[in-house]
């Protein structure tokens, strides 16, 4: 799937692009990716997700391709599905599905002040939300879910990291100067300057940087 950003007639709910920058990018995985009960599934969870998260502001699927601009309620019946995506250009249509159907890309674009951190909360909740039905899966994919995985790995170990660090340099002193108050004195104040600034983080709600 695609990590960039979409909107326009692609999303169940267009907005301008100032308002959507990310998208968050699930592979789904069935039999058959184009059957009413798949592609029902995806417009009824991107409504319910959209609906329960205002930082989710749309979403990209094949379900879109039926509902964009309808002003009726979408037909999702196996004759509807197969029109629209026969009435589609072959590369648009090849974004959404795998050429044998077995596979479809489903994503969830979000306003673009959300931090990536945060994203990682809203894959839980689509996770948590999404029910497919019986021989239906649903996993993250993508680059995006990469880096949204990565950085939040880093910040929730960062304590434990940054403890194991000062211990392995306060070994490597004593080994080398075999004096604990060189080593202890050496590794103290960048202790003392770690937790100050973790404090002052905490306070005054700075967004912590992984870098």
Known sequence: GSSSSTTGWFSARPRTIEA??????FLVTAKDVNSPAVVKWMNDLGQQMAAKDSRITGTNSV??????GASAPPDFSQQSIDATIASTSPDIVGQFVSKDHTAADFSFTIRRDVQLIDQKVIIDEINASA???PGVSMVPAGLGVIGIEAESQLTSHRLSMVFLALVAVLILLLATTRSIWTAVLAV??????IGWTSAAMYIFHVPLNPL
């Open 188 to 193: 103290l104040p960048v202790g003392l300057a």
């Open 20 to 25: 959507t920058a990310n998208t968050i990018d």
């Open 63 to 68: 379900a879109t391709l039926m509902t964009t």
């Open 131 to 133: 029910s497919p039905p």
